[in-house]
């Protein structure tokens, strides 16, 4: 620190002229400090609106729906209305193993998506061993077969179908990587003869990024 004109009460009076010994006036003056850049806090960025967009989009979906009550910057998560489908019943014959293609799911692939969230309430024959399985795959891909391994176009799936009816949730994040893409509902009954597979109350929903 640098000190300018400021003389310090009680100094002698005398000059270096008059007397080298004397006491020289302490300069207490501060210099100007440089100036300082402003901060830059987490509100500054939110206010700007793309970053709260980009954050949520990053994060999985329970993380993504609480993380809007942090504060109004956040709120930028929708929840649409449902979409019903139609209930059904299916069987097969007791050589067949294949999955049924049931309903596209449209939704998907529109802009802002961040998750698709299915439930349904479901059961299959309600004996014997259980099979039926409820997938979403993408791109005209295969679903899996009776005890199978999901490939690589399985976006998610839930399998066996309980005997009594019970609700299942399904849940994926569309894939974003510039490229156009379909998705399916699939259903699996199962081969060996005798089995079934029931849903009903069956709703879509998307969690959409503003």
Same mark, same amino acid.
């Given at each position: 620190?640098h000190?300018?004109?400021?003389?310090?009460?009680g100094a002698? =009076?005398?000059t270096?002229?008059?007397?080298?010994c004397?006491?020289? &006036?302490i300069?207490l003056t501060?210099?100007d400090? &440089? +100036?300082?850049? &402003?901060?830059?806090t987490?509100?500054?960025v939110?206010?700007?609106?793309?970053? +709260? =967009?980009?954050? /949520?989009?990053?994060?999985?979906?329970?993380d993504?729906?609480c993380?809007r @009550?942090v @504060?109004r910057?956040f709120d930028?998560?929708?929840i649409?209305h449902?979409t019903?489908?139609?209930?059904?019943?299916f069987y097969?014959?007791?050589d067949s193993?294949?999955?049924?293609?049931w309903?596209p799911?449209?939704?998907?692939?529109d802009?802002?998506?961040?998750?698709?969230?299915i439930? +349904?309430?479901?059961?299959?024959?309600g004996?014997?061993?259980?099979?039926g399985?409820? =997938? /979403?795959?993408?791109?005209?891909g295969p679903?899996p077969d009776d005890y199978?391994?999901?490939?690589?176009h399985v976006? @998610?799936? $839930?399998?066996? $179908?309980?005997h009594?009816?019970q609700t299942?949730?399904?849940?994926?994040? &569309?894939?974003v990587?510039? =490229?156009?893409?379909t998705y399916?509902?699939?259903a699996?009954?199962? !081969?060996g !003869?005798?089995h079934?597979?029931h849903v009903?109350?069956?709703?879509v929903? +998307?969690?959409?990024?503003k």
């Open positions: 620190l000190y300018k004109n400021t003389t310090v009460m002698p =009076s005398a270096s002229a008059d007397d080298p004397a006491e020289r &006036p300069d501060l210099e400090e &440089p +100036a300082k850049s &402003p901060q830059v987490l509100s500054d939110l206010e700007q609106g793309w970053f +709260a =967009s980009m954050l /949520v989009r990053m994060l999985p979906l329970p993504a729906l993380v @009550c @504060c910057n930028v998560v929708r649409t449902p019903m489908l139609s209930e059904a019943v097969n014959e007791h193993y294949s999955p049924f293609p309903h799911l449209p939704m998907a692939a802009e802002g998506v961040h998750t698709v969230v439930f +349904a309430d479901w059961r299959d024959q004996w014997g061993n259980q099979k399985m409820l =997938s /979403v795959v993408r791109d005209g679903a199978k391994p999901w490939g690589l976006m @998610c799936g $839930a399998e066996p $179908a309980p009594q009816f299942t949730m399904l849940s994926f994040r &569309p894939l990587d510039g =490229s156009q893409h399916r509902l699939h699996r009954v199962g !081969g !003869g005798g079934s597979l009903r109350n069956m709703s929903r +998307a969690v959409v990024v």
